[in-house]
């Protein structure tokens, strides 16, 4: 399984993105995708997670009621829409399919 993210970029405080993950490989039916990230000098931390089936959600009490993780299971792909950003939430997000992890996407936020 291959996941690849885009979506990231810089932006102001205060403002939305949403980022992208499309998983590609065999036969795609993963237990959960989620996105981590990691920021300058930290270790990486857990910041959502969408249970496949069913459409579960879980989310860090540090992005709670701003961000939203969702997914489109005929197009083996997760979204994390991200708004009212931070500062602190500049980092490089990775995205996560059980033990598949994509190769990241910066996300800058400018005060």
């Avoid at 979506?7 to 403002?15: D, I």
């Avoid at 997000?93 to 800058?108: K, P, R």
Wanted: charged share 15%.
């Amino acid at each position: 399984v291959q996941l690849v993210e885009s979506g990231g970029g810089l932006v102001q405080a205060g403002g939305s993105l949403r980022l992208s993950c499309a998983a590609s490989g065999r036969t795609f039916s993963p237990y959960h995708m989620g996105w981590f990230r990691q920021a300058p000098g930290k270790e990486r931390e857990f910041v959502a997670v969408i249970r496949w089936s069913g459409g579960t959600t879980y989310y860090a009490n540090s992005v709670k009621g701003r961000f939203t993780i969702s997914r489109d299971n005929a197009k083996n792909t997760v979204y994390l829409q991200m708004n009212s950003l931070k500062p602190e939430d500049t980092a490089v997000y990775y995205c996560n399919a059980d033990e598949a992890w994509g190769q990241g996407t910066l996300v800058t936020v400018s005060s």
